[in-house]
């Protein structure tokens, strides 16, 4: 074995308060939309596409008005990692440094584009795409 590949959220890092501070701050701007959302609505969409999220999160709106409110959602989100990042988990630097002495180590994720590279700028990781 030569390398590692490391899914990023809810293994290296925790960003679902950012996340929420982006979306919400949609949210509160839409009307239709009752409530702001919680960290336990964002812990049951983890893994979900687009439309299972917005399905999950916006139940009562009709499919346009949920798929409009969920794309402005995601793209202020890249935003918002940029300038306030996500936690890391405990020991998360010491270990990956640790390994990249041994293996070629590689991150995934289902996020959308200049996610993973507001976390490398957030984290001061350097991050080869």
Partial sequence: MDSIIFDLDGTIWDSIDTV???????????????RKLTRRDFEGTMGL????????LFPNLDLNTRTKIIKQCFEIEGKY????GGVLF?????SLYNLSKKYNL????NCQQGYIGGFSNTINLRITF
């Fill in 20 to 34: 929420l501070m982006a979306w919400n701050s949609i949210v509160e701007e839409n009307e239709k939309v009752k």
């Fill in 90 to 94: 405990e020991n998360v630097e010491v």
């Fill in 106 to 109: 590689f991150i995934v994720s």
């Fill in 49 to 56: 596409q687009m439309d299972g999220i917005s399905s999950k």
């Fill in 81 to 84: 990692i940029e300038e306030h």
